[in-house]
């Protein structure tokens, strides 16, 4: 693997913000035109005329244009050149969903990783129980227990930590829901446990 490849890969996962709007600026023809088709915008949406005819010019790969207000390296303008060589495999009308879906993913990684680096390992824990338990859900009298055991074990770092400061982290950064006497994991705390999964990340942390 090159290191021009290492770096794309790096950026492909966690600077695509950055991607993202120099090649928004690369396309703005593209939405140019797109705009020019525009015949009624409202609470509805926007509608497009069928009888224009929509023609995106090709991307020619290699072509930097200026960016006002950022900077570029030679490093940068190589990756830059590289990811829109790799642009030309696909379709021109998909090239804008597929920079969304990367900036998404990209703004997911960047939340999980904040996250990672604020959570106990008994916290890792307790998402790793509820996944795993019928509806993803536990009662709350199961959590506490589960909790108190953490206090049991681990000792003097939760001598001064209650249940409701434990979980409210969990619950503030939506990985949780309390409905009722249940406690349950959200979509949010699932996709985050993927995460740590396909990052390699490990659970044992302190606390």
């Avoid at 509806?135 to 108190?148: E, N």
Wanted: proline share 5%.
């Amino acid at each position: 693997m090159t290191w021009v490849q290492t770096i794309l890969d790096f950026v492909k996962n966690i600077a695509w913000p950055v991607v993202v709007l120099t090649l928004a600026f690369c396309f703005r023809k593209d939405l140019h035109y797109l705009a020019s088709r525009s015949i009624k915008a409202g609470p509805a949406g926007v509608e497009f005329d069928p009888q224009r005819q929509l023609t995106i010019p090709p991307l020619t790969p290699g072509e930097l244009k200026e960016l006002p207000g950022l900077a570029r390296t030679k490093v940068m303008g190589e990756l830059e050149a590289e990811l829109q060589k790799q642009l030309q495999l696909f379709d021109a009308d998909k090239r804008l969903d597929l920079l969304v879906h990367y900036l998404a993913q990209s703004r997911l990684e960047q939340l999980f990783e904040w996250i990672y680096g604020q959570i106990f390992g008994s916290q890792i824990a307790a998402l790793r129980s509820l996944v795993a338990a019928p509806g993803g859900q536990m009662t709350l009298a199961d959590v506490i227990r589960y909790f108190d055991n953490v206090k049991s074990d681990q000792g003097a770092p939760y001598q001064n930590v209650s249940f409701d400061q434990w979980s409210a982290f969990l619950r503030n950064q939506r990985l949780i829901r309390v409905a009722g006497d249940c406690m349950e994991i959200t979509d949010l705390g699932r996709d985050f446990l993927l995460f740590l999964s396909a990052r390699g990340r490990p659970e044992n942390k302190p606390l």
